[in-house]
């Protein structure tokens, strides 16, 4: 073969080479974030896209867009359900609906503490999470902390049942969770988060519930001043792919992005668990007024009519809660 010739089958050989890494930096994704800049979960997933493509050898781009900018939760998820986007990090609450296996963690004080929530997760209960969402178009490829959720309001320091009644609070929009502020005797109301401070601040609703960076970035504290550690729910979040975006990835590409999930998973509750000892510093500091709650069995005990609704609608979920709850 001649000089000519090699250098024509090199060409094209280049040419090709070119068009595989060009076709290859094509696969680039949108992902979802509701938290602004900074915050554990911007970083974390800032990270994950970061990881995702060192480990595909930019195979695959991820570019992300936070503070909710490309639409609300509920409409997100929805969106990474039909492709619309191919990536999201998700509270599992808005998620329960949509899949009843999700919907376990939001019972109320179904987890012991955030250790217990990390140990299910991490096992055979999170698989089982995991396995019911991917019926429903998402496919968890790691989970984040969310902290506990505790009720924080305008009026008064909350440490018994009692001291619910009457009380308008907000919930996320989801059955389970005016479920558990009607049978404390409070009246729920279910409304968007970015309604919170000005609902609060104008009497519209006289509390709220929430962990503790949530409650103090938002400024919620700075209207709402009593807060009462019931962590009531601990609720995770999830970094979440479209089930048909991920099935068509080869398998290495699955396990290198599954890897930069869980990565970022460790990162994100390190700064997790830094933010809300700060956050917590930071509005008791600036004069709210907290108290832990020593006895929380009058709370659990009001919240069987809520497990016992829940298990009615959902029988087959039975050995699912049983499982968390004998969760060492």
């Not at 404390?184 to 519209?204: D, R």
């Amino acid at each position: 073969m001649n000089s000519i010739t090699w250098r024509a089958v090199l060409g094209l050989t280049a040419a090709a080479g070119m068009a595989v890494t060009a076709a290859a930096a094509d696969m680039e994704w949108r992902g979802w974030n509701i938290h602004p800049d900074g915050y554990p979960n911007t970083v974390g997933m800032a990270k994950f896209a970061e990881l995702v493509a060192e480990k595909t050898d930019g195979r695959i781009s991820l570019e992300m867009y936070n503070s909710g900018t490309l639409g609300s939760q509920p409409d997100a998820i929805e969106q990474v359900r039909i492709g619309a986007l191919e990536v999201g990090n998700f509270n599992l609450g808005p998620i329960g609906p949509i899949a009843p296996a999700a919907n376990v963690v939001s019972l109320p004080f179904i987890f012991k503490d955030e250790d217990h929530m990390h140990r299910v997760l991490d096992g055979e209960g999170g698989k089982a999470i995991a396995d019911g969402m991917a019926e429903q178009g998402l496919v968890v490829l790691a989970w984040y902390d969310a902290g506990a959720r505790s009720f924080y309001n305008t009026k008064k320091p909350i440490a018994t049942p009692a001291d619910v009644e009457g009380m308008k609070v907000r919930v996320m929009n989801n059955d389970l969770y005016s479920g558990m502020i009607e049978q404390l005797g409070g009246n729920p109301s279910p409304m968007a988060f970015a309604e919170v401070y000005q609902s609060l601040k104008t009497g519209v609703v006289d509390g709220a519930e929430n962990n503790w960076p949530s409650y103090e970035s938002t400024g919620h504290f700075e209207v709402a001043g009593y807060y009462s550690l019931s962590e009531h729910l601990i609720i995770p979040e999830c970094v979440c792919i479209n089930a048909d975006v991920y099935n068509s990835l080869s398998e290495e590409d699955q396990a290198a992005v599954r890897a930069a999930a869980e990565e970022s998973a460790v990162l994100q509750r390190q700064l997790w668990a830094e933010r809300s000892e700060a956050s917590k510093e930071k509005v008791i500091a600036a004069g709210v007024e907290f108290n832990e709650i020593p006895d929380k069995a009058p709370f659990q005990e009001a919240m069987k009519p809520v497990y016992d609704a829940y298990l009615a609608g959902n029988p087959d979920l039975k050995p699912l809660v049983e499982l968390i709850q004998n969760t060492d």
